[in-house]
């Protein structure tokens, strides 16, 4: 069974760093694109980042130049470095990723980690 599992979330000042991890667990699969959404209280999920099985990036606008998304494949692993973290930034980031699995193409979440910024 495959399982998505995130960490690295917490509180932290305004302008401070974190990085997000997200493992991905079980057998049979291969990854395709991963991406990192986030949820803020009463709005809806956005994405937040991409990145494909080559290394290209995608960004959501306000997050550019600030956050940076990265995979280690041999690891099974999704990073989202994030500085200069803004209370704007405060919300649930969840992974999900393509996978195929047994060559269907199916797609997966994470349970989400807090990610809290204070002014």
């Known amino acids: 069974q495959v399982q998505l599992v995130e960490s690295g979330g917490d509180l932290v000042q305004a302008g401070g760093s974190l990085r997000l991890s997200c493992v991905v667990s079980g057998s049979g699969f291969r990854i395709n694109l991963m991406h990192w959404y986030r949820q803020a209280p009463g709005a809806r999920r956005e994405l937040v980042a991409t990145i494909s099985p080559s290394g290209i990036t995608n960004y959501e606008d306000s997050v550019k130049g600030r956050f940076t998304i990265s995979r280690d494949d041999a690891k099974n692993t999704l990073y989202l470095q994030m500085k200069s973290l803004k209370p704007e930034d405060t919300g649930v980031y969840y992974c999900?990723?393509?996978?195929?699995?047994?060559?269907?193409?199916?797609?997966?979440w994470g349970q989400g980690t807090q990610v809290t910024v204070s002014s």
């Open positions: 999900n990723a393509d996978l195929f699995v047994r060559s269907a193409l199916r797609n997966y």
